[in-house]
């Protein structure tokens, strides 16, 4: 088996070490900054010096001496101090992985759902603050700071390291599955650069939800985050084309699903809907199953798909699920409904100029033989996303309309 690329690794590791160096000396953010440190130290000296032989020892050694550099001012003290760290060898490094205990406590009850989110996609998902920003439609500088603050309430807090229990643990459940849900939506649809996929960022969001759903498996919520990303990631061989273009769903060779994805999270979400109550994620999961249900983009049950969306913004009300609704919509009472139900999004804010929307509106305008007004839109959607693919795939629909 071929080793992963050094990239891989490290956004593996840094949470392990992390979570190790947090149990064993505390002071979150400082720790942070000294395992920061340390991957940097790696990026320059294993190129150059060959990859250790056991690349965590190596961080958790480096991360623990660039920690007690940070807390002893005095020098002498620090030589003592960096002699003492140099004794914790990689065997001295525990084989367990704090990366799940690193998730509740990034979701620290003094923390707001925002600000929870936002630290554990920092401190577990390696997603840089801009790419959060995006995610949240705030300003990168608004989520600098509420980053920054997150980090002082945990440090004022003194929070344990550890599982917690009980209604404590149910709460902070909820808000570790939203994180993990957008960590992998940045993985599946990257929100900038040259590639559609950041296969590193969804591989670590079912990773890292495979091991909730490993201490929870009766959670009807958790089992059906689980089966989403496994039926969302079974498309990503037919999401591009050779060269990397953007593949629509409906245009996508099926052959190149990932069946065993699918088999894995079409029983999953039976699973997952056998209990008393129904979450927005077991919703999504069906949704998912729908189309993997349909051998061909035609055979789609768009009635049952759009049902399923009704039920979800009843449950969990947010303009993405009215904007996919609208597609179903479409699809069931033709364009002219969705695109009516499309103008309700026009005055919500974390919707203006949104890419998604200018998107979905050109091609239901397309649909509808306003080509003009498609043209217009495809163009303006092509502005206002990041991603390079992304950017491609509607300069071309622009393109062709205007040919």
């Given at each position: 088996?071929?080793?992963?690329?050094?990239?891989?690794?490290?956004?593996?590791?840094?949470?392990?070490?992390?979570?190790?160096?947090?149990?064993r000396?505390?002071?979150?953010?400082?720790c942070?900054?000294?395992?920061?440190?340390?991957?940097?130290?790696?990026t320059?000296q294993?190129p150059?010096?060959?990859?250790?032989?056991?690349?965590?020892?190596?961080?958790?050694?480096v991360?623990?001496?660039?920690?007690?550099?940070?807390?002893?001012?005095?020098?002498?003290?620090?030589?003592?101090?960096?002699?003492?760290?140099?004794?914790?060898?990689?065997?001295?490094?525990?084989?367990?992985?704090?990366?799940?205990?690193?998730?509740?406590?990034?979701?620290?009850?003094?923390?707001?759902?925002?600000?929870?989110?936002?630290?554990?996609?920092?401190?577990?998902?390696g997603?840089t603050t801009?790419e959060?920003a995006?995610?949240?439609?705030?300003?990168?500088?608004?989520?600098?700071?509420?980053?920054?603050?997150?980090?002082?309430?945990?440090?004022?807090?003194?929070?344990?390291?550890?599982?917690?229990?009980?209604?404590?643990?149910?709460?902070?459940?909820?808000?570790?599955?939203?994180?993990l849900?957008l960590?992998?939506?940045?993985?599946?649809?990257?929100?900038?650069?040259?590639?559609?996929?950041?296969?590193?960022?969804?591989?670590?969001?079912?990773?890292?939800?495979?091991?909730?759903?490993?201490?929870?498996?009766?959670?009807?919520?958790v089992?059906?985050l689980?089966?989403?990303?496994?039926?969302t990631?079974?498309?990503?061989?037919?999401?591009?084309?050779?060269?990397?273009?953007?593949?629509?769903?409906?245009?996508?060779?099926?052959?190149?699903?990932?069946?065993?994805?699918?088999?894995?999270?079409?029983?999953?979400v039976?699973s997952?809907?056998?209990?008393?109550?129904?979450?927005?994620?077991?919703?999504?999961?069906?949704?998912?199953a729908?189309?993997?249900?349909?051998?061909?983009?035609?055979?789609?049950?768009?009635?049952?798909?759009?049902?399923?969306?009704?039920?979800?913004?009843?449950?969990?009300?947010?303009?993405?699920?009215t904007?996919?609704r609208?597609?179903?919509?479409?699809?069931?009472?033709?364009?002219?409904a969705?695109?009516?139900?499309?103008?309700?999004?026009?005055?919500?804010?974390?919707?203006?100029?949104?890419?998604?929307?200018?998107?979905?509106?050109a091609?239901?305008?397309?649909?509808?033989?306003?080509?003009?007004?498609?043209?217009?839109?495809?163009?303006?959607?092509?502005?206002?996303?990041?991603?390079?693919?992304?950017?491609?795939?509607?300069?071309?629909?622009a393109?062709?309309?205007?040919?």
């Amino acid at each position: 088996m071929t080793a992963p690329p050094m990239e891989d690794l490290l956004r593996e590791l840094t949470p392990q070490v992390l979570g190790a160096l947090v149990r064993r000396h505390g002071q979150f953010e400082g720790c942070e900054d000294a395992v920061q440190e340390a991957v940097l130290a790696a990026t320059v000296q294993w190129p150059a010096e060959g990859m250790p032989d056991n690349p965590r020892g190596w961080l958790m050694t480096v991360a623990s001496r660039r920690l007690i550099d940070q807390m002893r001012s005095d020098h002498a003290r620090r030589e003592r101090e960096s002699a003492v760290a140099a004794e914790v060898v990689p065997e001295d490094v525990p084989d367990t992985d704090d990366t799940l205990v690193l998730l509740f406590l990034c979701c620290h009850p003094s923390l707001t759902a925002a600000s929870q989110t936002a630290l554990t996609l920092r401190a577990v998902g390696g997603l840089t603050t801009a790419e959060i920003a995006r995610a949240f439609l705030v300003p990168e500088a608004t989520m600098a700071a509420r980053i920054s603050r997150a980090k002082q309430r945990i440090k004022a807090a003194g929070s344990s390291f550890g599982l917690p229990d009980g209604a404590e643990r149910e709460e902070r459940l909820r808000v570790v599955l939203h994180v993990l849900y957008l960590i992998f939506n940045e993985g599946y649809t990257a929100s900038s650069g040259s590639e559609l996929h950041r296969a590193d960022l969804a591989h670590e969001a079912i990773r890292l939800t495979r091991m909730v759903h490993t201490q929870l498996p009766a959670d009807g919520e958790v089992t059906g985050l689980l089966a989403l990303m496994l039926l969302t990631h079974a498309r990503r061989e037919a999401r591009t084309t050779a060269g990397g273009d953007l593949v629509p769903l409906d245009e996508q060779d099926r052959t190149k699903w990932d069946r065993a994805l699918i088999d894995e999270g079409l029983e999953l979400v039976k699973s997952s809907l056998a209990g008393p109550a129904l979450g927005p994620y077991q919703i999504q999961a069906a949704i998912a199953a729908t189309h993997a249900d349909a051998a061909t983009a035609q055979e789609t049950n768009w009635p049952q798909v759009h049902a399923l969306y009704l039920i979800l913004e009843r449950i969990a009300p947010n303009p993405m699920v009215t904007l996919n609704r609208a597609i179903a919509l479409a699809e069931t009472e033709g364009p002219p409904a969705g695109l009516a139900l499309l103008r309700t999004l026009d005055g919500d804010e974390r919707m203006a100029g949104h890419h998604r929307l200018l998107s979905v509106r050109a091609h239901l305008l397309e649909k509808t033989g306003d080509l003009a007004g498609a043209y217009e839109h495809y163009r303006r959607a092509a502005k206002s996303t990041a991603s390079i693919a992304e950017q491609r795939y509607l300069q071309a629909r622009a393109g062709r309309l205007r040919q």
